[in-house]
């Protein structure tokens, strides 16, 4: 395997940051799971996830991206791990657990008006 592939090169750690950063110019700082919030001093703990693994497919427009937490990231990939050992299904991008329900921009303009 090339160092490119496991995500030691250089070259990897800039295609990184340059989608990275604009999922983070993007998107709401929140788990797109447990819609947990970040903050600058924390935001090393969001992390983009791509819907369909392909970390080479990287739209300009973002779509191939969700910004998760490092603990719902982790249980995203544990998802193909469990898969090989208990053959359970997996398709990429469902999730195996309810998405949440807590909207913290819902009453944004009245809390702008304050």
């Not at 497919?57 to 998760?68: A, I």
């Not at 193909?80 to 909207?103: C, F, I, L, M, R």
């Amino acid at each position: 395997m090339s160092s490119d592939r496991l995500g030691t090169s250089l070259n990897y750690k800039r295609q990184e940051q340059g989608y990275r950063d604009r999922a983070l110019k993007l998107y709401p700082w929140v788990c797109g799971r447990c819609a947990r919030e970040f903050v600058y001093s924390n935001l090393k703990e969001l992390t983009v996830h791509h819907i369909d693994h392909d970390h080479t497919n990287n739209p300009n427009d973002g779509s191939n991206w969700e910004l998760l937490c490092i603990y719902c990231h982790d249980n995203e990939h544990a998802k193909y791990t469990d898969h090989a050992n208990y053959q359970t299904e997996v398709k990429a991008g469902d999730s195996n657990q309810d998405t949440a329900t807590y909207n913290p921009f819902a009453d944004l303009k009245s809390m702008l008006k304050k």
